[in-house]
């Protein structure tokens, strides 16, 4: 079996990779254009005990994962070990994610914007999901205007996450009227979420 991912960014081949494997699938290739690709699937082979076989195919590369029942059923799963996956995590407790700004970092802003992308992509993907999603000042503009955040956030509510959106910074900015996706609340709602969570993650 292959799966085409050329022109995809990290993590996407990972998750389609780790997708297959979901599946009890033990042997399978994943097509990808970048190098950076290629190593996270070698690990991600790794870490479930695949044997991995690299090939390059002029400017793309051919990454084979090849598993048996015992090697790939009883390997440990490595989870932690894998960067920018969506591979499965262990659900450790009630935490929040809190949003303060609508990009990751506090870089280039082009890239900021798509580093958040692919983390709500990443996040909706996989097991491991916060009980809440808080939205305040630049961050609002994530469940308002940005529609490919929306698309996962949508995911991510159907899942049972918890989404609250800042009234007052969604009045600041003028995007009432175009918020697609959560509740629109309040500092004390948002408070008492804070407040009650095992953890608190902030991007």
Request: proline content about 2%.
């Amino acid at each position: 079996m292959k799966i085409d991912a050329r022109g995809q960014n990290c993590p996407i081949p990972v998750i389609m990779a780790n997708k297959e494997i979901e599946k009890d699938t033990l042997t399978f290739t994943v097509l990808v254009d970048n190098a950076i690709a290629v190593e996270n699937l070698n690990r991600l082979a790794q870490s479930k005990g695949y044997k991995v076989e690299t090939k390059e195919i002029g400017a793309d590369f051919s990454v084979s994962f090849i598993g048996d029942e015992n090697s790939v059923h009883g390997s440990s799963t490595g989870d932690s070990e894998i960067v920018g996956t969506a591979a499965a995590a262990v659900h450790t407790g009630n935490w929040v994610l809190f949003m303060g700004k609508d990009v990751i970092g506090a870089g280039d802003p082009v890239l900021g914007g798509n580093l958040i992308k692919m983390y709500f992509y990443t996040l909706s993907q996989g097991d491991c999901l916060p009980e809440a999603i808080l939205f305040m000042n630049d961050g609002v503009k994530l469940p308002s205007v940005n529609d490919q955040v929306v698309a996962h956030l949508k995911v991510l509510a159907e899942r049972g996450c918890d989404i609250l959106v800042c009234g007052t910074c969604l009045d600041f900015y003028k995007l009432t009227e175009q918020l697609q996706i959560g509740t629109i609340s309040n500092m004390y709602d948002i408070t008492e979420k804070i407040n009650g969570a095992a953890k608190v993650v902030t991007l």
